[in-house]
Nanobody
């Protein structure tokens, strides 16, 4: 089992920045696949960013160039720096993790089709 606890959400004006954090605990979490899933009201949710154990990353087109995902394996912590925030970035952001063996992400490769473990989420609200 893996437990995930997010923090860092809040309210910000368009153009502002936020940094989300997710602390993982439980069974060994080093090098497992992790990501951030956004659920916005009335919209289909999506994994906006993901990172594999080797540090390779992938981003949804909607956040590419504005969000940066990273991890600190020594601290079992996942991060996402969100810059140039837009109104449409508003939503509940869940930290996710998955243990399946996976290939490194190459340019253009999408994130995993599903993630087994989910945190409760942290709310991000962007005002226009």
């Amino acid at each position: 089992q893996v437990q995930l606890v997010e923090s860092g959400g809040g309210s910000v004006q368009a153009g502002g920045s936020l940094r989300l954090s997710c602390v993982a605990s439980g069974d060994t979490v080093t090098n497992i696949g992790m990501g951030w899933f956004r659920q916005a009201p009335g919209k289909e949710g999506e994994t906006v960013a993901c990172i594999e154990g080797d540090g390779s990353t992938s981003y949804a087109d909607s956040v590419k160039g504005r969000f940066t995902i990273s991890r600190d394996n020594a601290r079992n912590t996942l991060y996402m720096q969100m810059d140039s925030l837009k109104f449409e970035d508003t939503g509940l952001y869940h930290c996710t993790a998955d243990r399946r063996v996976w290939s490194a992400l190459k340019p253009g490769t999408r994130c995993r089709d599903r993630y087994t473990y989910w945190g409760q989420g942290t709310q991000v609200t962007v005002s226009s």
